[in-house]
């Protein structure tokens, strides 16, 4: 089993930026995809980012592309999102999940692990 706890949200003026980290414990197997997911209030959940554990092969979402950046620590078994010239839309609960395969996919019935969510609220 993988757990996933996720930290780094908070309250941001819109233009800011933010890093958040997705801590996973248990074994990561080279095969393993992590990613990003969003979901605001009323709306449903939103793919954001994903990056293969083995070679880090990227893919986002067309609404955060050139903005965020996803990323991994094999050493310290941690997933990031690097979050820049934040808008008053990014506003919403990020998870952190996972699934095993060897492609970023942008499919959220794909993943198999979820961590418990951060709330990012970006203000103007």
């Known amino acids: 089993q993988v757990q996933l706890v996720e930290s780094g949200g908070g309250l941001v003026q819109a233009g800011g930026s933010l890093r958040l980290s997705c801590a996973a414990s248990?074994?990561?197997?080279?095969?393993?995809?992590m990613g990003w997911f969003r979901q605001a209030p009323g709306k449903e959940r939103e793919f954001v980012a994903a990056?293969?554990?083995?070679?880090?092969?990227?893919n986002y979402a067309d609404s955060v592309q050139g903005r965020f950046s996803i990323s991994r620590d094999n050493a310290k078994n941690t997933v990031y999102l690097q979050m820049n010239s934040l808008k008053l839309e990014d506003t919403a609960v990020y998870f952190c999940a996972a699934t095993t395969g060897w492609v970023p996919t942008e499919e959220s019935d794909r993943y198999t692990y979820w961590g418990q969510g951060t709330q990012v609220t970006v203000s103007s």
């Open positions: 248990g074994r990561i197997f080279s095969n393993y995809v």
């Open positions: 990056t293969t554990w083995s070679l880090g092969s990227t």
